[in-house]
């Protein structure tokens, strides 16, 4: 089993629907293979009806945190902090672009 920390994308926006991250991981996947789980937490853009669909035409698993516990993706979370930290915090952004 391959595993890295390697981040494969960065989307920005205020918010993302289902069917955005579908076609993110669409991507990512047919570049690199799909991996036999995706951990998330239980965002609405996560666990909708077409991500399910998704992962289950891909063979893909879910392997989703328990609610209200962001220690059980703590990488994950770490990378996201620091990434707010250490890029987006460090200027002002008068709009998405």
């Not at 993110?24 to 293979?33: A, H, N, P, S, Y």
């Not at 998330?40 to 909708?48: Q, V």
Request: aromatic share 10%; net charge positive.
């Amino acid at each position: 089993m391959l595993v890295t920390r390697e981040g494969l994308a960065i989307k920005v926006g205020r918010s993302f629907k289902a069917a955005q991250v579908k076609e993110v991981l669409r991507e990512i996947g047919t570049k690199r293979g799909y991996p036999a789980f995706l951990r998330s937490d239980n965002g609405s853009e996560f666990i909708a009806e077409i991500i399910k669909e998704f992962l289950a035409e891909n063979n893909i698993r879910a392997a989703y945190i328990e609610p209200g516990s962001p220690w059980q993706n703590g990488k994950g979370e770490s990378f996201n902090g620091k990434f707010r930290d250490e890029c987006l915090r460090m200027e002002i952004f008068g709009n998405l672009r």
